[in-house]
């Protein structure tokens, strides 16, 4: 007689294998974490520089096709459709209308707009094979405007808000930093039509305060920023950024957060030196070069930069004088003028003619004295009688940390109410449009009283993978992912601890709970720890780097008193709670974080 075999699972022998291989493929289906696709790695690669990118490759949420080319892993695809869903529920409280348009859109609408030779490199342009021209699309002002200005005709139809979240492509020069920075990315853009630039504005702040709900949801700290509308135009926008030592974007901000700013569009208040000498020498400038020749004598005390400005097909040249130490902000200088883009020159082309010179205020006013702009005002009329492109006083300048804050009489700060740096990483952009894309696209209405008008529009975007990667970014330690639950790919982990011999019963009692808490509250947020074979030391590892937010460990408390021994990730502390009252105490947990 043959000796009975005996069968293993997952290392350990199965006396009565016939009720295991049962449970084992029994049709009441519990996720258990062998089953999880998460291909850690031991190593990664040397491109990884900051821990968010670091910690998804080396825990299994990225596989990287290409530079800037990512595969989101179940983990991260999980976590995604989480931050989609709490997107969708936002912009459906301020009454969004979820649309899906195409990736591929023609260049006559972009062309139409004036955008499609302005849009940069970053534009990914192709053509199909009868030769017509396309462009993956970044974003879809046109294609959105299109769709309204052929289907709505009427005051009656607004407010409207249409929005949609899908893959945008954007030809980076440098991808880096994984999903910070990629070529292809997840984006929700939301844009508004309304008759009345009051009424855009309502919009505006409606979108805005939807915001402020959606980023409050992922519990990591937040700040929203006056920012520079870059390429996408319009004459209002404000940046929401989440505060990390990784982000690219300097801020400003007062210490009573009365004032906080992009430091492109950053005010900062400074006192600067006379100008007499500056006036007398001006009054022989004729060229770029006498300029140039004339701020010698001054050493680095007065700063001159030069750039070029681009205004749809025009271009003209920018010289800016700030005072020392100080640099020129184009980004003003664009904004001031309503130009597209601008880039750094040494103005060969415009040596004699349609140059412009822009005075930072600052340099008018002298130390001790509070508003003393006459030397400025004499350097402004010697330069006009020049008869320039253009010659303009104004706030020209980077501001920088330490620059009195410019809501000064507002602020109630303990620090003499100056200004202060922070990184942050933008994660969404608003924008007031007015009628940017409408005019050039003619995209009309017949108002209440019969008159053709042009639409007030909006646009609000949210990087979904960005903030994602964000998110981690401001939320791990060195042991690895700390998440949010609202965003989390799984909420709990139950890990039952058994000696060999009782690796039955103490799966029967992690079955029993799990079973509990996926009735209770946390339908598909439970996974259920059935490694048997590997160490309990090594299963709390592998939970703590992937950052279930709460681990449940079935040990020997549970045999003893009754009670569970709860491992709570984001505050890396253990507390003991009784069986009966798990599912309060979880639910109480869980909303806190």
């Known amino acids: 007689m043959l000796p009975s075999l005996r069968f293993k699972t997952n290392g350990f022998p199965i006396r009565n294998h016939k009720q295991t291989y049962s449970r084992l493929y029994s049709t009441h289906h519990r996720l258990k974490r062998s089953s999880l696709f998460v291909p850690v ?45 709490i997107i969708d ?34 534009l990914i342009k192709l053509k199909d094979r009868k ?56 984006m929700k853009d939301m844009y508004s039509f309304d008759r009345t630039k009051e009424d855009s504005y309502a919009s505006y702040q409606l979108v805005k305060e939807a915001y402020n709900r959606i980023f409050s949801s992922m519990k990591t700290p ?12 319009g004459d209002k926008s404000q940046e929401f950024h989440i505060i990390s030592d990784h982000g690219e974007d300097l801020i400003l901000a007062c210490e009573c957060s009365k004032y ?36 010698k004598s001054f050493g680095d005390d007065i700063v001159s930069e030069s750039f070029v400005i681009q205004k749809g097909e025009d271009e003209f040249g920018a010289i800016a004088l700030v005072r020392k130490g100080r640099s020129a902000n184009a980004f003003k200088i664009k904004s001031l003028e309503g130009a597209d883009d601008f880039y750094e020159s040494d103005l060969s082309k415009w040596e004699t003619d349609n140059f412009s010179i822009y005075l930072d205020e600052s340099l ?41 804050c410019p809501s000064l009489n507002q602020c109630d700060c303990k620090h003499g109410s100056k200004l202060s740096e922070r990184r942050g990483i933008e994660v969404g952009h608003i924008f007031y449009l007015g009628k940017k894309y409408s005019e050039p696209l003619k995209a009309k209405f017949t108002s209440q009283s019969g ?22 970014e401001a939320n791990h330690d060195q042991y690895g992912f700390r998440w949010p639950a609202a965003i989390a790919p799984y909420q709990i982990l139950v890990i039952p601890i058994s000696k060999e011999k009782d690796v039955e019963e103490g799966q029967s009692k992690a079955e029993k709970l799990y079973d509990l808490l996926d009735q209770g509250g946390f339908k598909g947020e439970v996974v259920l720890e059935d490694r048997y074979s590997e160490s309990p030391g090594f299963r709390m590892n592998d939970a703590r780097a992937l950052g279930f937010p709460v681990v449940i460990v079935i040990g020997k408390s549970f045999s ?16 003991q709670v009784d069986a009966g009252n798990i599912i309060p105490f979880l639910k109480n947990y869980i909303d806190s974080i």
């Open 41 to 85: 790695k031991k190593d990664v690669p040397a491109d990884t520089v900051i821990p968010s990118h670091t910690l998804m490759i080396q825990y299994g949420l990225l596989s990287k096709s290409s530079a800037g080319i990512y595969t989101l892993l179940p983990f991260a695809l999980r976590s995604t459709q989480k931050i989609i869903n």
């Open 89 to 122: 529920r936002e912009m459906e409280s301020i009454g969004g209308q979820k649309v899906a348009m195409p990736t591929l859109v023609s260049s006559n609408l972009w062309k139409e707009s004036g955008r499609w030779d302005s849009a940069g490199e970053e």
């Open 131 to 186: 030769g017509s021209q396309f462009c993956l699309g970044p974003t879809h002002e046109e294609v959105v405007t299109d769709i309204v200005r052929n289907n709505v005709n009427s005051f009656r139809q607004f407010p409207l808000k249409i929005y949609q979240i899908g893959n945008k492509f954007r030809d980076e020069i440098r991808p880096r930093f994984g999903l910070m920075r990629a070529r292809e990315f997840i």
């Open 222 to 233: 937040f700040s929203i920023a006056d920012a520079d509308s870059g390429k996408i135009g």
């Open 260 to 295: 906080i700013s992009n430091v492109e569009k950053a005010i900062g208040k400074i006192d600067s030196p006379h100008l007499e000498e500056l006036t007398r020498l001006a009054s022989n400038w004729k060229s770029v070069k006498d300029v140039r020749e004339g701020l």
């Open 364 to 404: 008018g006013v002298s130390k001790g004295e509070s508003n003393n702009s006459s030397s400025l005002n004499l350097l402004f009329d010697s330069l006009e009688q020049k008869k320039f492109g253009r010659v303009q006083i104004g706030d020209f300048r980077m501001a920088k940390a330490g620059d009195s």
């Open 451 to 472: 008159s053709r008008d042009a639409i007030e529009m909006g646009c609000y975007g949210i990087g979904v993978t960005r903030l994602l990667a964000s998110v981690i």
């Open 560 to 575: 003893e008193k009754g009670e569970y021994e709860v491992q709570l990730r984001n505050r890396n502390e253990k507390v």
